[in-house]
């Protein structure tokens, strides 16, 4: 959201239909918070109250679309950092395996030993299985 531009202090205008001049709205607030009749008076200070509260909100809403815009570019920032962060890391490698785990599988299941279809063979298992290889059997 874009913030509106502020006009600046008007001058005098002519008014369309009666020809009259239009006092400046810091004028006409002066020449109705001062003026003898209560009303004009009261009606004054309301329109001062007014105009002191659409200031505060509208400088609210200034800083709030700051504070997006800001927010924004810090999101995109850290989305930029991450991604760089993420391409410095070293690689994490799987160790080497110094076996086949078909091969284990099949020996575990040819001695009775309980092995899982898929997924990491147990330690006990590929001990077992080292011991019968380096014993020539089982």
Do not use: C, F, N
């Amino acid at each position: 959201m874009q913030p509106s531009p502020v006009p600046g202090p008007r001058q005098p205008q002519q008014a369309p239909s009666a020809g009259l001049t239009v006092a400046p709205s810091g004028a006409l607030l002066a020449w109705a918070t001062t003026h003898p009749d209560k009303a004009i008076a009261r009606l004054g200070e309301q329109a001062r109250t007014a105009m002191a509260e659409l200031r505060t909100r509208k400088a609210a809403e200034d800083e709030l679309a700051q504070v997006d815009a800001e927010e924004q570019e810090l999101r995109r920032r850290l989305q930029a950092v991450q991604a760089r962060k993420a391409a410095l890391r070293p690689r994490k490698k799987q160790p080497a395996r110094d076996y086949d785990p078909a091969e284990v599988r099949d020996w575990a299941r040819a001695y009775g030993q309980p092995v899982p279809d898929r997924g990491q063979v147990p330690k006990a298992v590929v001990d077992a299985w080292r011991e019968a290889q380096a014993g020539g059997g089982r």
